[in-house]
């Protein structure tokens, strides 16, 4: 119960801020938008017709055809068509979410180690770890609520609408999730190290961009060539090697969730626990300052 | 610190009053010794379910209104309905915060404040109850609700700890003092011993000789008489020599040689108090002078 008490507070605080609500009324918005403008006609538990935005699809041998000719053959399949909106909404909606959410949750850890707020939380009868991982966990309920809300909600409309139900859509929401979690490790890392939200919300930053920066060296077998010193090929190559290992891996990520919404393959799960284990790991060095530290 | 009573800590800024607060909480740890509260050690969670806290410059969640705020500490301390909403709106009323109830806090006065932190550090009834500075910024009607709420609970049998600056406060409320400087014990005692009389007297006196007074102070060289007369005379002004107060800092013997001298002078003397000190001068004599 106390717990759950740290938890709600923490979703009351990000929802005070309004910058979720933000997120949710523009994901909310989408869906009123798919909810009203596709239309589908069904005839013997089969679609007959669908029109979204304005463009007609029909019947075709293949399944639905968009916008090919009166016999519908070069056309587009209703499930390809659905599955490509829901990538369209997805490479607008994750990143939008996910950068949200880092910059709601980054004072989470800042704003209670003010002085007064935390003499008063260290009083009670709760652990400093539970007290600082319910804290996290409240600020990943609330955006991974969001992200749930996003691609159940469309999944759900264009489901009822056309039939076509696309789990990899879910799939890639939960992975979106996961991958704010590993950030969100970095975050609470930084906010106890330096007990600023703007700082934290730089090195996210940072972070995000450095994990994009090191793939590239990194998938590259031939770029240490470039490097004439062995001793600077190595050490550059084993720090690219670290930084791409140790951080989330922001680009594999957003490759997954694309592959999984296309159904064109699964969770490359090494790459998820790698990236798990980094932000696990940032959590766990966290919780362990945040519990040894005095205010 | 034995159980009951309430229990004063002073001491200067920076004396370490406040982490000595927080160590006994577990907010900070010490480098070095060792602290038990309650029988148990500092953080112990069964130790902390038994203590209510106001720390200084308390803040809370803005987005919260005052009820919330209680029933949320009620939560972090364990409570469960009916008995947290009971005891909310107990507290709400006891501390006359039933009008503010659903106002978020951040639109608080400071005594609002105040009141809200002390429901809050009483919220799970607790048997030791630690306040830093809890009358900070309050008015004089608001310290007084404050100090007949402390006196409630010292009637019911909570242990109060108080660090506070307010000496005539501590003076009122406190059964025991300690006096910290720079980290260290200095003087601890009860509230009685620390200010009982000894060494001071206050002689009231009619029909002094307006003159007499080089007499009186051969007599008693620690004699504090009225202001004089016409600069350069020495003597007693008129009104003062009819109706007179003397303070005489000295032992039995030099009162005795007082009253003497007096008594020679045809002075009538109305009454002879040993002078009680307060908190507040045994406080400056201890950490301003030096006083071991």
Known sequence: ?295 | MAGGGVFGLLGPNGAGKTTLVKLALAIAFPTSGRARVLGRAPGDIAAKARIGYLPENHRYPSHLTGEQVLHYFARLSGLRDPERSRRVAALLKRVRMEGARDVKVHRYSKGMMQRLGMAQALVNEPDLLILDEPTDGVDPVGRREIRDLLLEQKERGTTIFLNSHLLSEVERLCDRVAILKEGRLVREGNVEDLTRPGGSYEVRAHHLRPDGLAALRAAAPGLVVPPPGPAGTGALRPAAASDTVLQLAGDRAALNRLIDALRAQGAEIDAVLPRRQSLEEVFVRVVGEGEP
């Not at chain 1, 399949?77 to 950068?99: D, H, K, N």
Request: aromatic share 10%; proline share 3%; hydrophobic share 55%.
């Open chain 1, 1 to 295: 119960m106390k717990l759950a008490a740290i938890l709600i507070d923490t979703a009351r605080e990000l929802l005070y801020r309004r910058t979720l609500l933000v997120y949710f009324g523009i994901v909310t918005l989408t869906l009123l938008i798919f909810a009203v403008a596709l239309q589908t006609d069904v005839a013997g538990g089969a679609i007959a017709s669908l029109r979204i935005f304005g463009v007609q699809g029909r019947s075709a041998p293949g399944g639905m055809s968009f916008g090919g000719g009166e016999g519908g053959g070069a056309g587009l399949s209703a499930e390809a068509f659905v599955r490509g909106m829901q990538l369209a909404v997805a490479f607008v909606l994750y990143p939008l979410g996910i950068l949200l959410s880092v910059l709601a949750t980054a004072s989470l850890v800042p704003r209670m180690l003010e002085k007064g707020v935390i003499d008063l939380l260290l009083s009670k009868p709760v652990s400093r770890p539970a007290l600082f991982l319910s804290r996290y966990l409240g600020g990943l309920l609330v955006a991974t609520v969001n992200l749930v809300y996003l691609v159940g909600g469309l999944g759900l409309i264009l489901g009822l609408k056309t039939g076509i139900w696309n789990g990899g859509f879910l799939a890639s929401g939960l992975l979106m999730a996961l991958y704010f979690a590993c950030l969100l490790g970095f975050s609470v890392l930084v906010g106890v190290l330096s007990r600023s939200t703007t700082v934290s919300i730089m090195v996210v930053g940072v972070i995000y961009f450095v994990s994009l920066f090191v793939r590239l060296p990194h998938q590259n077998a031939d770029w240490p060539l470039l490097i004439t010193s062995p001793a600077w090929r190595l050490g550059t190559q084993a720090l690219i090697e670290a930084l791409y290992h140790g951080l989330p891996q922001s680009y594999d990520f957003g490759q997954m969730a694309a592959r999984l919404i296309l159904r064109q393959g699964g969770v490359a799960w090494g790459t998820a626990f790698n990236s798990a284990l980094s932000g696990a790991g940032a959590l766990a060095l966290a919780t362990f300052l945040f519990a040894r530290r005095d205010f």
